[in-house]
């Protein structure tokens, strides 16, 4: 059974920091990985979909990598800024379910400290 | 264009009553899925319909849980009997490949 898992559950920093955040999967038979971001009370926003044969994508200050064989996936923001300030949600695809379905892990609370 | 849109965005209910939940897809999205996520936790899988019918409702918790589409596009999330367990934001997402899929803005549930 997939498992995300993301790490750390929390991060604060001050402005303008570099910073990276992990997700990790159990199993790497996936299709795609994305990345999204969430606002409290309000819904989600895709950021960067990878899909299983690339490396990393870029959006503006956001990289998103992915290293399949080990599991893993990091997405680095640059020079961070308080409106970066959210829950960042990754999810995977695999091909264990027909449907296309997302499995997620459990989120990074990311807090830029003006 | 419009996106997905769900109503209401808020729902406070009492334990035992019945509740419905909707979701309008982007236009010609023929995917549609529903999740579920709970305070501190990331979404989790419900229901999947492809077209008209329920393609995959694997993730209903039990039987309270049901879910329909018929016409193929504005799909309702039926809760019964709803229980305190049930409180969670429900989201809706649509999608036209299996690439990627399209988020509502949630209903926040709350049973009292």
């Known amino acids: 059974k997939q498992e995300v898992t993301q790490i750390p559950a929390a991060l604060s920093v001050p402005e303008g920091e570099n910073l990276v955040l992990n997700c990790s999967f159990t199993d790497s038979a996936i299709y795609n990985l994305q990345w999204f971001r969430q606002d409290p009370g309000k819904g989600l926003t895709s950021l960067l979909l990878?899909?299983?044969s690339q490396r990393e994508q870029t959006s503006g200050r956001l990289n998103a990598s992915l290293d399949k064989s080990s599991g893993r996936s990091t997405l680095y923001i640059a020079a961070s800024q308080p409106g970066d300030s959210a829950t960042y949600l990754c999810?995977?695809?695999?091909?264990?379910?027909?449907?296309?379905?997302?499995?997620w892990g459990a989120g990074t609370k990311l807090i830029i400290k003006p | 264009g419009a996106g997905v849109s769900q109503t209401p965005s808020n729902k406070v209910t009492e334990k035992g009553k019945y509740v419905e939940l909707r979701c309008d897809p982007i236009?010609?999205?023929?995917?549609l899925y529903w999740y579920r996520q709970s305070l501190g936790q990331g979404p989790e899988f419900l229901i999947y319909?492809?077209?008209?019918?329920?393609?995959?409702d694997s993730g209903l918790p039990n039987d309270r849980f049901f879910a329909v589409r018929p016409e193929g596009s504005v799909s309702t999330l039926k809760i019964q009997r709803t229980e305190r367990g049930d409180s969670a934001v429900y989201l809706c997402?649509?999608?036209?490949?299996?690439?990627?899929?399209?988020f509502g803005p949630g209903t926040r549930l709350t049973v009292l």
């Open positions: 999810a995977v695809i695999d091909y264990t379910h027909s449907n296309y379905q997302l499995i």
């Open positions: 319909f492809q077209g008209t019918g329920a393609a995959d």
């Open positions: 236009s010609g999205h023929t995917a």
């Open positions: 990878i899909q299983s």
């Open positions: 997402a649509s999608s036209l490949t299996e690439d990627e899929q399209f």
